[in-house]
Each structure stands twice: as structure tokens, then as C-alpha cells.
């Protein structure tokens, strides 16, 4: 066992870049519950980085939907909080405050 071998790790859920094209590429992520997760971004300059940021974020936000009392499973979530978490997130996808 090489502590310091890069690649992916038994909990790691993010599957990386699943498709490019000319102009989008497709990233996936697949949840320990087997819910999975697509984006489609046109930023064909995108980092995995910000793209795993992008998907633990909104894994998170959808842990605390589903796990609401008053979500039933199996329905659409339909939580304001939920879709402003989701907004914010998508709008700030790819931003950086490193300089």
C-alpha cells in the first residue's frame, strides 16, 4: 500500500469526465445510494476540481432535501431551499477566488 497513489479511492463517487464533444463535455457522479448525477457544461476549460467541488455541493444539498421530514421518497423535490441551494451553486460553478 503507496499512501501517496493518486487515482481514485474506494468512497470516491465522482466518475469524472464521462463524454466531450466539440462543445460540451459530460461529468458524472454517483451517489453511496445510487442516485446519479449528470452535468453538462459548455466551459470546455473546466477543472475536475471545480467539478468535484460542483458535485459535492449539490450532493449536500440533495442529502438535506431527501432527508427532510416532509419529503416523501420517490416524489419530486419540490423545497424553495433546495432549488435556491441549486441556483447558487450552478451560478457560482467554474468561479474561482484564487488569484
Do not use: M, W
Not at 462543445?23 to 442516485?35: M, P, S
Not at 475536475?48 to 442529502?63: E, G, I, L, T
Not at 432535501?65 to 420517490?74: W, Y
Amino acid at each position: 500500500n503507496n499512501p501517496k497513489k493518486t487515482g481514485p479511492t474506494l468512497n470516491e463517487t465522482f466518475l469524472g469526465l464521462l463524454y466531450p464533444t466539440e462543445n460540451y463535455k459530460v461529468y458524472g457522479y454517483l451517489t453511496n445510494t445510487k442516485v446519479k448525477f449528470i452535468l453538462v457544461t459548455t466551459d470546455l476549460d473546466v477543472r475536475d476540481a471545480d467539478v468535484r467541488n460542483f458535485f459535492r455541493r449539490f450532493h449536500s444539498a440533495y442529502v438535506d432535501a431527501v432527508s427532510n421530514p416532509f419529503h416523501v421518497p420517490g416524489k419530486k423535490i419540490t423545497s424553495r431551499t433546495f432549488a435556491e441551494r441549486v441556483s447558487t451553486i450552478v451560478k457560482s460553478f467554474g468561479l474561482s477566488t484564487a488569484v
